[in-house]
C-alpha cells in the first residue's frame, strides 16, 4: 500500500516536472543560440571592419605613388585626376579585401563603394 503511495506520488511528480523541465531546457537553449549569434555577428563585423581599416590606407597610399604624384609632378592633376585616382583607389581597396569581409560589407552597407569613397576620403585627409 505504501509503495503504491510512493509510485503514484512519484508519477505524478514526473509528470508535472517533465514538461516543465522540458520548456527551461527549450528556453536556455534559444537564449543560448541567440547569443552564440550575436557573438559571431560582433566578429564578424570587427574582423570586416579591421581589414577595411587596414586595405583603405594602403590602397590610398599605391594610387598616391603610382598615380597623384607622377600628375603632380607633371602639374596636370585636376579635379577630373583626383575623381579617377578616387574611383581607383576604391578600386584596389575592394580588390583586397576579402570575400568574407567584401560579402559582410555589402550586406550591412547598403553602397559598398559609397562607404569605402568616404573612408578613402577620410584617410586622404589623414595623410596630408
Known amino acids: ?22 520548456c527551461y531546457a527549450v528556453q536556455f537553449f534559444k537564449v543560448h543560440t541567440v547569443a552564440a549569434k550575436n ?17 583603405v590606407p594602403k590602397a590610398v597610399l599605391c594610387i598616391a605613388q603610382t598615380y597623384v ?9 585636376s579635379t577630373a585626376n583626383q575623381r579617377e585616382a578616387l ?4 578600386a584596389r581597396a575592394q580588390s583586397m579585401l576579402t570575400a568574407g569581409a567584401a ?9 559598398l563603394a559609397a562607404y569605402m569613397e568616404t573612408q578613402i576620403e577620410a584617410a586622404v585627409k589623414r595623410l596630408r
Open 39 to 55: 557573438t559571431i555577428q560582433n566578429d564578424l563585423a570587427r574582423r570586416a571592419l579591421a581589414e577595411l581599416n587596414d586595405v
Open 103 to 111: 560579402n559582410y560589407l555589402r550586406r550591412t552597407h547598403e553602397d
Open 1 to 22: 500500500m505504501l509503495q503504491e503511495l510512493l509510485l503514484a506520488v512519484l508519477q505524478a511528480v514526473i509528470a508535472f516536472a517533465v514538461p516543465v523541465l522540458t
Open 69 to 77: 604624384d607622377t600628375l603632380k609632378k607633371e602639374g596636370q592633376f
Open 87 to 90: 574611383r581607383m583607389a576604391t
